[in-house]
């Protein structure tokens, strides 16, 4: 990611991240950038290098659902509690570090899990098993994946945290 556009996501509210978040999330998983599921069929032949990618979209996938059905819209509603904007409400999981302290235990296996994949891919290519063409498309998957986990991690956990402070004090 570049730094200019690191610098530009760091000074947003928290509601324009989770929001720049979740487009990340749809361009991955349903944009034909990255055609996650199509590649799955190419690897037909490579069953290792198949299973832990057909397992790290479907780790991600579930992944991205609790991030957007529980975690985002309690940080976009926060955001617009601190702009006075609506009234802050507690959420049922106490506090905003419980789902984030989920979300991050994801993120590391989803990390491991792509590191795998991608010593994986390096053998299979030396072995001339897969197509070069293959390997580069998984492993920008594999990129955009560490680059969204970046952003949440670095940026938007944090600063979601710091926010949620102001109100439970």
């Known amino acids: 990611m570049k730094t200019e556009d690191l610098n530009k996501i760091k000074k947003m509210e928290v509601d324009e ?19 996650p599921e199509s590649l799955l069929e190419k690897l037909d032949s490579e069953k ?11 780790d991600f996938k579930h992944h991205i659902y609790k991030e957007e059905k529980i975690l985002f819209p309690y940080l976009i509603n926060l955001a617009k509690a601190a702009r006075n904007e609506i009234p802050f409400e507690k959420p049922y999981f106490e506090t905003v ?11 590391e296996s989803i990390n491991d899990a792509t590191e795998r994949l991608k010593i994986l891919i390096d053998d299979e290519l030396s072995q001339k098993k897969i ?16 680059k969204v986990i ?3 991690n670095v940026i938007l956990f944090p600063k979601a945290a710091l926010l949620e402070k102001k109100f439970l004090v």
């Open 131 to 146: 197509n070069s063409a293959i390997a580069e498309k998984i492993n920008d998957i594999i990129e955009y994946i560490r």
């Open 48 to 58: 290792a290098l198949q299973e832990i990618f057909e397992k790290i979209l479907k």
């Open 17 to 35: 991240i989770t929001e720049e978040i979740k487009r990340m999330h749809d361009e991955l998983m349903e944009d034909k950038k990255f055609f």
């Open 97 to 107: 570090v419980n789902p984030i302290n989920m979300m991050q235990s994801d993120h």
């Open 150 to 152: 970046y952003l949440e």
